[in-house]
């Protein structure tokens, strides 16, 4: 599977931005797929994920209440609803696409897109 995130961008404080994952080549596998960030400087964290029929989702608590994840399969499309933006989430996002193993941890996704920066302004 190939995964395509796009909607970073710049946005001040207090803004909000939508990410988009595409997956392409084949539909995500049947796990969780999540979105992970890394800052410069700092290792790459768990934001959020969602199984495939959106029934469980999770979150970072640094970022619970304020981004929400949700898929839309027919389309082969995973999303992160970023609200409230702070300029500590400014990083690098990647979506990655799960193979059953742990939901928050990076052994938990093989396969990972190329990442989208979003940068917050104060």
């Known amino acids: 599977v190939q995964l395509q995130a796009s909607g970073g961008g710049l946005v001040q404080a207090g803004g909000s931005l939508r990410l988009s994952c595409a997956a392409s080549g084949r539909a995500f596998s049947t796990y969780a797929t999540g979105w992970f960030r890394q800052a410069p400087g700092k290792e790459r964290e768990f934001v959020a994920a969602i199984t495939w029929r959106g029934s469980n989702t999770y979150y970072a608590d640094s970022v619970k209440g304020r981004f929400t994840i949700s898929r839309d399969n027919a389309k082969s499309t995973v999303y992160l609803q970023m609200n409230s933006l702070k300029p500590e989430d400014t990083a690098v996002y990647y979506c990655?696409?799960?193979?059953?193993?742990?939901?928050?941890?990076?052994?938990?996704?093989?396969?990972w897109g190329q990442g989208t920066l979003v940068t917050v302004s104060s």
């Open positions: 990655a696409d799960g193979n059953g193993g742990g939901v928050r941890t990076h052994s938990g996704y093989p396969y």
